[in-house]
């Protein structure tokens, strides 16, 4: 019955003419719209309220620091933050404030949380994730991040591109300044402290650790200014939050108005000494006592 096939089979691409190929619809080119409908978004806070929170409450007990600075915060804006688990994005969904939470997206690599549809359905329901290529500031990228705040929605970004190595944060990449300018809408800079115990990369399961949050008033973009020097500002500020968290508001602006800020990337020196300097892991204590424990990132 093999005369019966072309019932079923694809048309062949004749001789001498170039195969067509159908566009993706996964990765980047992803279409999260939906997501954003009020439907989507009931299902996302039940999913909040009913799992999220409860499972950070049980296994993280967040610190918040800052809450108050984001009272009379109207979005859209967008969220950075530096990047050290997936337990990052689940944290700031839970200790957000209701009125910045109820619209609120999550920029996402598109070859992580969008290689099938099932993985790209998922995400963009939960969490709001919206597809970006993660190596490069691409146009698609730019455009669905863009058309999210143009839409009314606020956007996270972890502007390191990807989630910590050996857990000091690496140097911020421009793009979330970028779109910023383009959609014209402040920056609100976020220290995250403690995730990469609570889930550690290469782990699917999180174990009990303590964590932190610490947001920082909004920045805008100075006129005449350069993305790349506002990011660096931005970045500059992530930092200075990570020391009001460690030493004190006070002592955290002594620093700065000094230019002595600690910075997040740690020192520059070979894996075993990098993360030493990080201190213990939990559980561990050091064998020298006394000895000065760095910032637990």
């Known amino acids: 019955m093999s005369w019966l096939r072309f019932l079923v089979d694809p048309p062949s691409t004749p001789k001498g003419i170039e195969k067509r190929v159908p566009p993706s619809k996964v990765g980047v080119y992803y279409d999260t719209k939906w997501s954003r409908q009020p439907v989507a978004k ?5 999913g909040i309220w009913g799992f999220m929170k409860p499972a950070m409450k ?17 979005g859209p804006v967008v969220f950075v933050a530096n990047h050290h688990s997936h337990a990052d994005t689940t944290l700031l969904l839970t200790t957000l404030p209701g009125h910045l939470r109820r619209d609120l997206s999550v920029a996402a690599g598109a070859d ?6 099932f993985m790209a359905t998922v995400s ?8 970006i290529e993660r190596l490069r500031l691409s146009k698609l ?19 390191e591109g990807g989630r910590s190595p050996d857990g000091w944060s690496q ?33 699917s399961w999180p ?15 100075a006129e005449g200014e350069d993305v790349r020097v506002f990011s660096k500002r931005v970045e500059r500020r992530v930092e200075e939050l990570a020391d009001e968290f460690s030493s004190g508001w006070w002592e955290a602006k002594k620093k700065a108005h000094a230019e002595k800020t600690p910075d997040l990337s740690g020192p520059q020196a ?12 939990p559980g561990q204590k050091r064998k020298s006592p006394g000895t000065k424990r760095w910032p637990n990132i």
């Open 112 to 117: 992580y949380f969008f290689t099938n549809k």
């Open 124 to 131: 963009a329901l939960f969490i709001g994730a919206v597809p």
């Open 207 to 221: 174990r009990r650790s303590r964590c932190a949050v610490a947001f920082g008033s909004p920045m805008r973009l």
């Open 141 to 159: 990228s730019i455009t669905n991040t863009v058309e999210t705040i143009e839409a009314g929605n606020s956007l996270l970004i972890f502007p």
């Open 42 to 46: 009931l299902v996302r806070r039940a």
């Open 58 to 74: 049980l296994y993280g007990s967040p610190r918040v620091i800052g809450i108050d600075r984001l009272k009379s915060v109207k």
């Open 171 to 203: 140097e911020h990449r421009p793009g979330a300044a970028f779109v910023a300018k383009l959609a014209g809408v402040p920056i609100v800079p976020i220290y995250i402290e403690g995730t990469g115990n609570l889930l550690p990369k290469g782990k």
């Open 270 to 281: 070979g894996a075993w000494r990098r993360r030493w300097a990080l201190g213990p892991k």
